[in-house]
């Protein structure tokens, strides 16, 4: 009878130590659960914080893109450009139907600017003026000009200067027209008689 309280006593001891580990088993368990919670909080907050810095990134990015375009495109002409001008095109290349190579032009050229932007207003004979926003680019020596009065699409000319001075300008305008045929003038432009 003693060994078989022995034995009852030494199984109790066993069931009670089994059951004591298995708390601490699940204590030590909840404990890491609850850490590795903790973890991917931290994470989801890194990432968060990692997300909103490149948002903020890529608008300044954008915004100094805006910025240095507004600034070129709202600057004002240079002086040697301000004011009106006699112009005279002569076509060195085509490939548009209606033109060939020493057609002439002359047209009266005004250089334009206020807050919203650069204008060349354009008047040739017999013909009401047309404008054109201008736009300039970083070197100012090619300006790309978009008609300002059309609902369609049409496309740029781009005029680019190669010799700028107070008494001529010279250079070239290029024009994409109908049928994405190319138009290749050479400029020369005088100030206007007054």
Same mark, same amino acid.
């Given at each position: 009878?003693?060994?078989?309280?022995?034995?009852?006593?030494?199984?109790?001891?066993?069931?009670?130590?089994?059951?004591?580990?298995?708390?601490?088993? =699940?204590?030590?368990? !909840?404990?890491?659960?609850?850490? #590795?919670?903790?973890?991917? *909080?931290?994470?989801?907050?890194? @990432?968060?914080?990692?997300?909103?810095?490149?948002?903020?990134?890529?608008?300044?990015?954008?915004?100094?893109?805006?910025?240095?375009?507004?600034?070129?495109?709202?600057?004002?002409?240079?002086?040697?450009?301000?004011?009106?001008?006699?112009?005279?095109?002569?076509?060195?290349?085509?490939?548009?139907?209606?033109?060939?190579?020493?057609?002439?032009?002359?047209?009266?050229? =005004?250089?334009?600017? !206020?807050?919203?932007?650069?204008? #060349?207003?354009?008047?040739? *004979?017999?013909?009401?003026?047309? @404008?054109?926003?201008?736009?300039?680019?970083?070197?100012?020596?090619?300006?790309?000009?978009?008609?300002?009065?059309?609902?369609?699409?049409?496309?740029?000319?781009?005029?680019?200067?190669?010799?700028?001075?107070?008494?001529?300008?010279?250079?070239?305008?290029?024009?994409?027209?109908?049928?994405?045929?190319?138009?290749?003038?050479?400029?020369?432009?005088?100030?206007?008689?007054?």
């Amino acid at each position: 009878m003693r060994t078989t309280s022995l034995y009852l006593s030494a199984i109790v001891i066993i069931f009670l130590s089994a059951c004591g580990g298995d708390n601490s088993r =699940s204590v030590e368990l !909840d404990r890491r659960e609850a850490a #590795l919670a903790e973890r991917e *909080k931290q994470v989801d907050s890194i @990432t968060k914080d990692y997300q909103a810095l490149l948002n903020m990134r890529d608008s300044l990015s954008h915004i100094k893109t805006v910025q240095l375009d507004t600034i070129i495109m709202n600057a004002p002409w240079t002086d040697s450009l301000v004011g009106e001008w006699e112009s005279r095109l002569v076509c060195i290349s085509t490939t548009c139907r209606g033109y060939v190579i020493g057609d002439q032009r002359t047209e009266h050229w =005004s250089f334009l600017s !206020d807050s919203t932007g650069l204008y #060349l207003e354009v008047t040739g *004979k017999a013909k009401s003026p047309k @404008t054109y926003l201008a736009k300039a680019s970083a070197n100012r020596n090619e300006l790309t000009l978009k008609e300002q009065e059309t609902e369609s699409a049409s496309p740029a000319s781009l005029l680019s200067f190669s010799e700028i001075s107070s008494r001529q300008i010279r250079g070239q305008k290029r024009n994409t027209g109908a049928d994405n045929c190319k138009l290749v003038f050479s400029v020369l432009l005088t100030p206007r008689s007054k």
